[in-house]
């Protein structure tokens, strides 16, 4: 096994090992491990300053004070989660309970309430900047998105995560909701011609100026 690899793994084995025992010492970690306390710790101060780990003093009756370690919130983010699978529950038993219609209103909840988030910060800006501030924000969300200008004058933006991928696949109205989100915080037209939910590599925008969209990209007249 390469260096890396070793590394790799014995870190994801104090993370776990954090995850199901609780807080640890060093000591007790390296006699779970079967590898030396200096090895040991090489990895939590690693961890430490990364922010996925973090110590406390706890002083004895006698004998130097105990350093303990545990793991943060943020070390959360490192094991298995199934919210899909718990949003896919309950939209399914809201649909099954009230209708379609229920589950549209809370996507276009979720759209509006949206649209008041980013709205502010597209007014009196550029298409081109509202579309570098888009490609920001949905990265920011885990979307992996990129931008580029088009020769005639167009954009396209490209998403290549899509965080609610398995809950868009059953409910289209997501992406429905994405599609409209986007073209009001651009006041442009928008037209997807890929979509990961329906299969495609990526999420792909069109995007278009409005005939009466008197803003002009970076850098023209």
């Not at 709205?119 to 009196?124: D, F, G, I, T, W």
Request: net charge neutral; glycine share 8%; with cysteine.
């Amino acid at each position: 096994m390469k260096k890396g690899q070793e590394s790799g793994t014995t870190r994801q084995m104090i993370m776990t090992l954090l995850k199901r025992k609780g807080a640890l010492t060093i000591g007790a970690l390296a006699e779970e491990l079967g590898i030396t306390e200096m090895g040991v710790r090489r990895h939590v101060l690693q961890l430490e300053q990364e922010s996925l780990a973090k110590t406390k003093v706890v002083r004895q009756a006698m004998g130097r004070p105990l350093h303990i370690y545990s793991l943060t919130e943020q070390a959360e983010d490192y094991f298995p989660k199934s919210y899909h699978n718990l949003a896919l529950e309950l939209l399914r038993e809201l649909d099954h309970e009230s209708g379609a219609g229920a589950v549209n209103v809370l996507f276009e909840g979720r759209r509006r309430r949206l649209l008041a988030q980013y709205a502010p910060m597209m007014e009196r800006a550029s298409l081109e900047d509202r579309v570098a501030e888009l490609s920001s924000i949905q990265n920011a969300g885990g979307y992996m998105a990129e931008w580029e200008r088009e020769a005639d004058g167009s954009y396209v933006l490209r998403e290549y995560n899509c965080p609610i991928r398995q809950v868009a696949s059953q409910y289209r109205k997501a992406c429905e909701c994405e599609q409209s989100l986007f073209e009001e915080l651009l006041d442009a037209k928008v037209t997807r011609s890929e979509c990961m939910a329906e299969g495609g590599g990526c999420c792909r925008y069109s995007i278009m100026p409005k005939p009466t969209d008197k803003t002009s990209p970076k850098g023209l007249n």
